[in-house]
């Protein structure tokens, strides 16, 4: 009768896989090396050490009976956590009781019969790390944070979302989505105010004075909640030029669904001036 070994993946102490790794087997509660065979019939001997591929995998291998396994770095020799490990799980190629029930392969598993697909998720089982298996047999998400380290601050209050049936952030919630550029460019605020490049805006723009320009949109904003962000060159190196959208006088910005109007200025004196190009972009919902 042959016994399958049920060799796991082989992982660092970080989780990380091991290639290359090397598995080493010997006579239950001892040191001494015992032969495995890469078949059934157990009359292909394995050459030891048995050798992971380049994902940690280890070939099929047999036994008659019980055994130790060792598995070690390649690199340094020395053994991988949690080996060497005596009494090492093997299970039964005969096909009787669970192995006798067949069925077609899925995706993941690809056993074809109840015992190997026990066996091969028992080698799965035996593939995750220590600190794996603690995270996974947290019984709620304060033990789930304590096990990562998180601490009580890691947590989110119910009243961040809204119901399950939205399944989504609360409507008052403001979305990464809701607002985007609507429109951008760049004109020459000089002589006569001309667009060197736009998007979102009509051809036109209102000079309605030194450093005075009204800005319209080739389609109307959807409110006047939009946001105007400005920036502007020129005007000699000594002078610091502020621009920004124009308000009526008592605070007010004159800001519309069709237009608005900005102004610049040297901020040390509030002189009016023209820029030599202004830059503009606007973001909206």
């Known amino acids: 009768m042959a016994n399958r ?22 006579t239950e509660g001892t040191t001494t090396p ?21 994902a940690g995998n280890f070939a099929a291998t047999y036994t008659a009976g019980g055994l130790k396994v060792d598995i070690r770095d390649p690199d340094t020799a020395t053994s991988l956590p949690g080996y060497p490990s005596d009494n090492w799980h093997v299970t039964s190629t005969d096909a009787t009781g669970a192995s006798a029930i067949t069925f077609t392969p899925i995706t993941g598993n690809s056993a074809t019969n109840v015992q190997t697909a026990i066996a091969n ?22 033990a789930a944070r ?17 119901t399950a049936a939205q399944g989504t952030l609360a ?12 429109a951008w460019g760049t004109f ?16 036109s723009i209102t000079d309605n004075g030194t450093g005075d320009y009204t800005l319209t949109f080739s389609s109307a904003q959807a409110n006047n909640d939009y946001v105007v962000i400005l920036s502007c060159t020129g005007v000699g190196l000594d002078n610091r030029v502020i621009v920004n959208v124009k308000t009526d006088g008592g605070g007010i910005v004159t800001k519309t669904t069709t237009s608005f109007r900005i102004t610049a200025f040297i901020g040390a004196t509030g002189t009016a001036v023209d820029p030599d190009e202004v830059y503009v972009m606007v973001l909206g919902n």
């Open 171 to 182: 409507d008052n919630a403001l979305q990464a989505s809701d607002y985007k550029v609507q």
């Open 5 to 26: 070994v049920l060799l796991p993946r082989a992982l660092a102490n970080d989780g990380s896989i091991v290639p290359g790794a090397l598995a080493y087997f010997y």
């Open 188 to 203: 020459v605020g000089t002589g006569t105010p001309a667009w060197s490049i736009r998007n979102g805006f009509s051809a």
């Open 146 to 162: 304590t096990t990562l380290g998180l601490g009580s601050a890691a947590t989110t209050d119910s009243t961040d979302y809204a």
């Open 34 to 54: 015992l032969t495995v065979y890469s078949d059934e019939a157990l009359s292909a001997a394995v050459t030891a050490p048995l050798v992971a591929d380049s």
């Open 121 to 142: 998720l028992t080698a799965l089982w035996n593939a995750v790390t220590s600190f794996g298996k603690t995270l996974i047999a947290s019984s709620n998400k304060s």
